[in-house]
């Protein structure tokens, strides 16, 4: 099983509300990704978690929150986002962080498509 | 920093055509680099996986090439179908523990 899972896969929020965004995977993979992709351009990664804690943020506004309650799950929590947050945003694993000998490829989840409103 | 260039920005072809994607990054210090697809609006597929070490990788009608003194990576798709259409990226991850750096895409429409 190579599947990274990711609900909701839409999410409609306005600028005051407070939601989540989960993602899932089963493959013992032990460094989890969020990306940033707006419409026509690459993935920008966001937060990286190496064996659950946060290694990288790569300066990310604090309206963004991120969370890894266990090995297998990445939470993103939202709060007070502005219209130009909305994009697809990715998640994504490997079976080890960057840097650890043996690293391989990442898989990537479907995508949440965020609209703030 | 890393910087990942591909091209061309977009490309179409007739269904059955042979056709090169091509991925170029400024730091040959590379550990590994990857090939995705991703069709709109939708997550991204991993096609291939290159390693530093190695010059190609091939996986059924698709074919990666690794130049790393030129800074060059090619994507070949063998014999064109419809279902090929989508953007393909190419990521490089550099030595030293440093993360994947994306390329812009090639978007390729196959026509039939």
């Known amino acids: 099983d190579t599947e990274v899972t990711q609900t909701p896969k839409h999410l409609v929020m306005g600028m005051t509300n407070k939601k989540s965004l989960k993602c899932e995977q089963h493959m013992g993979h032990r460094a989890m990704y969020w990306y940033k992709q707006k419409a026509k351009k690459p993935p920008e990664l966001m937060f990286v978690y190496s064996y659950e804690k946060l290694s990288i943020n790569e300066s990310v506004p604090s309206r963004f929150s991120p969370e890894c309650p266990n090995s297998s799950l990445l939470n993103l929590h939202l709060h007070a986002l502005q219209p130009e947050d909305s994009a697809l945003y990715l998640c994504a694993s490997s079976q080890l962080p960057a840097g650890d000998p043996g690293y391989t490829e990442q898989y990537f989840g479907p995508g949440t498509r965020l609209t703030v409103t | 920093k890393q910087e990942v260039t591909q091209i061309p920005a977009a490309l179409s072809v007739p269904e059955g055509e042979n056709l090169v994607l091509n991925c170029s990054f400024t730091?040959?210090?590379?550990?590994?680099l990857q090939w995705f697809r991703q069709d709109p609006g939708k997550g991204l597929t991993s096609l291939l996986l290159i390693q530093s070490s190695q010059r190609e990788q091939t996986s059924g009608r698709l074919n990666a090439s690794l130049d790393k003194s030129s800074g060059r990576s090619t994507l070949y798709i063998a014999a064109s179908q419809p279902g090929d259409s989508a953007t393909y990226l190419c990521a490089v991850r550099g030595n030293y523990g440093q993360n994947f750096v994306f390329g812009p895409g090639t978007r390729l429409s196959v026509l039939p």
């Open positions: 730091d040959s210090a590379i550990y590994n």
